[in-house]
C-alpha cells in the first residue's frame, strides 16, 4: 500500500505542467535523435547531461529518461520506412517492418511499434514498481561464466534469424565477431588485425558497419531494382486492422515480458532482447515462414522487448545503483550530477525523485503514443516518395550520422565498404542480422570467454561449476538442435530470390 | 552469376577469411602469462567460421547432387533475368561513394546539392534546371538544420 501511495503520490509530481513540458521536450528531442543513425540513445542523451545541470532534479532525470524512450521510438521509423536502423535494437524491426512498408503496410508496422512500445512500458513499470526488490539480487548472479553463457543464448538465438540457412547465420555472426575484434586488445592493448593502420587500432565502430549494411546496401539494391520508389501502389491502409491488432497482443505481451528479464541482466544490450524475442515469436508461430517477409508480430515483439528492456534495467540502477548498459550509466550520471546516488537507499533518501521519475515513464509513454500515432499517417507516405528523392536523403543522412559519432573519415569509408559487403551478403543469401548483434555483444563475450577460461586455467571446466552457466548453454544447444532439425525438414531452394532471405 | 557458383563463392570466401583471421590470430603475442591471450577470441572464432564454411560448401554440394538426381532440368536452366544496362547499375554506388569524397574532402553543401542533382536526373528523369534547384534547396536545408540549429559535427567547409 505504502508502494502504492508512493507511486500516485510520484504520478501527481510527474504530471505537472512543469514536467509534463520536460517529458514532452525529451520525447521529442529523443525521437529526433533516434532518427538519425548514429547519435542513439546513449550518445544523444550523454550530450544532454551537462545541459541539464541547471534544471531541478526531478525534471532533469524526467527530460533524459523521456530522451531514451524517444530515441527508442524514433530508431524504430526510420528503420520500417527506409531500411534504415537508428539504433542497434532496431535492426531486428527493420526484418519485417521494412517489407510491410513495401508492401504499402508502413503504418500498420509503426502503429504497432508505437502501441507496442506503449504496451511495453506500462508493463515495464507495472513489473519494475512490483518485482523490483525480488529480481534485484538476479543481477548479482551474473558473474564471467553466467555472462558468457547467456551471450552465447543470444547468439544462438540471432543466428536463427539465418532464414533457411543455419551455417549462414553462424558465418555471419562468426564475420560480426572477428570485425568486433578489430583493433587494440581490451586487456593488454596488443594490436589485433590493424595491420599498423592507426585508425584501425581504434577499432571498427559499430554504427558505419550497420548503417554500411542496411542503409547504403539499399541504395545499391535500388540502383538495380528499376523501381521508382519504395512501394509503388496505393498506400491501403495507415492503421493496423482488428486482426492485426489480434495477432500483435500475445507477442507484445511475450515481448514485453522477455525485454524485461532480459534488460535485468548487466551489460546485455537491449538489442539482445529485441533479438530473443523476435526469434521467439518466430519459433511460436505456426507459419513462420511469414517472418522476413512482412509478419507483423516480428515488429511487434521486438519492439516491445527493446522498450521493456529500459525498464528492466532500472531495476538494478534503481535498486543496487548498477547500470547494466552504456545507456543505463548515462542515467546514472544524471542521478549523480544532481547529488542522487542510486541504490537501496534511494527509496527512503530520496522518494520526491525517485517516485516520480518512475511514474513519468508512463507519462513519457503515453506522450510518444499521442506524438507518434496521428502522424502515422504522415511517416508512412515517406515510402511513396520517388527514389529520386529519397535515395539522397538516405545517403546524406547516413553520412551525416556516421561522421557526427566521432569526426572521423576512416568512418565514412568503413560505412562504404561495409554496404558493398551488405550487397554481396544480400546477392549471397548470407543474413545480416547475426553479424549486426555479434558486433554488439562481442566485447562482452570476449571478456567473460577470457575469465571464464582463465578461472578454469585455460579450459573450459569452470563452466561446470554454475549450475546458471549450465542451463543456458544447454537452452543454447537446444535452441540449435531443434532449428537444425526445423531446417532439415525444409531444406533451402536455390530458386529463392534474394528479396525473400535477410 | 548462378546460384549454386555463388553459394560454393561463399563458402570458400569464409574457409579464406576464418583461416587467414585463425593464423594471424595464433600469431599475436601472448604476454599476459595466462593460457589465455589476446589472440585466444579471435582464433576460436577464426575456427567456427571456416567451420561455417565448409558447412556452406558440403550443403551446396549436397544440395546440388539432390537436384541432380530430381530435376536434373532445373539445375542446369538459370532462368534469364532482365536487368538494366550495365552501366547505369553503377550511377547510384558511384554517386554514393562521389558524395562521400566530396563532402569530406571540399564541401558537404556542395556535395548534398550535387547528390540531388544527380539522383533527380537519373532516377526521376527530371529537367537539368529543375534537379539543379532541388539540389540547392537540400543543400540549405541540410546547412540550416544541421550545421547551423543542431550544430551536429560535420566535415569543415573549404568552400565558404
Partial sequence: MDTLTALLQGLGTALSPEHVLYALLGALVGTLIGVLPGLGPTAGMALLVPLSVNLDPVSAVIMIAAIYYGAMYGGSTTAILMNVPGEASSVVTVLDGYQMARQGRGGSALAIAAIGSFVAGIMSLILLVLLAPLLAPLALDFGPLELCALAVLALTAAINLSGPSLARGLLSCGLGLLIATVGSDPVTAEGRFTFGNYDLLAGINFIPVVVGLFAISEVFVASNSGASSIFEGKLSRLYPSRAELRQSAAPIARGSLLGFVLGLVPGLSPAAASFTAYDVERRLSKSPERFGKGAIEGVASPEAANNSAVGGGLVPLLTLGIPTSPTIAVLLGAFLVHGITPGPLIFSEHPDVAWPFIASMAVGNVILVLLNLPLVGLWARIVSVPYAVILPVIVVVSFIGVYSVNGRAFDVVVMLIAGLVGFVMRSARVPMAPLVLAIVIAPILEASFRQSLSLGDGGVSAFGSSPLALGLLAAAAVLLVTSLRSRRRRPLDPGQDLEDDF | ?160
Avoid at chain 2, 538494366?84 to 569524397?101: I, N, Q, S, Y
Avoid at chain 2, 564541401?107 to 550535387?114: F, I, N, P
Fill in chain 2, 1 to 160: 552469376m548462378s546460384t549454386y557458383r555463388k553459394d560454393l563463392g561463399v563458402g570458400l570466401i569464409a574457409i579464406a577469411i576464418g583461416g587467414t583471421a585463425a593464423i594471424l590470430a595464433g600469431r599475436i603475442p601472448n604476454l599476459t602469462g595466462t593460457p589465455v591471450g589476446p589472440g585466444t577470441f579471435p582464433l576460436v572464432i577464426g575456427l567456427a567460421v571456416v567451420a561455417a564454411g565448409v558447412a556452406v560448401l558440403v550443403s551446396t554440394v549436397r544440395q546440388r547432387l539432390a537436384m541432380d538426381e530430381h530435376e536434373p532440368s532445373r539445375a542446369t536452366v538459370e532462368p534469364p533475368r532482365s536487368s538494366p544496362p550495365a552501366w547505369t547499375a553503377w550511377v547510384l554506388p558511384m554517386t554514393t561513394a562521389g558524395f562521400c569524397l566530396l563532402a569530406v574532402t571540399v564541401s558537404l553543401d556542395l556535395a548534398t546539392g550535387a547528390a540531388f542533382a544527380v539522383c533527380g536526373r537519373h532516377l526521376g528523369r527530371y529537367r537539368w534546371t529543375t534537379c539543379l534547384a532541388g539540389g540547392v534547396l537540400a543543400a540549405v536545408i541540410l546547412h540550416v538544420v544541421f550545421r547551423t540549429l543542431l550544430n551536429v559535427t560535420l566535415p569543415a567547409e573549404r568552400l565558404w
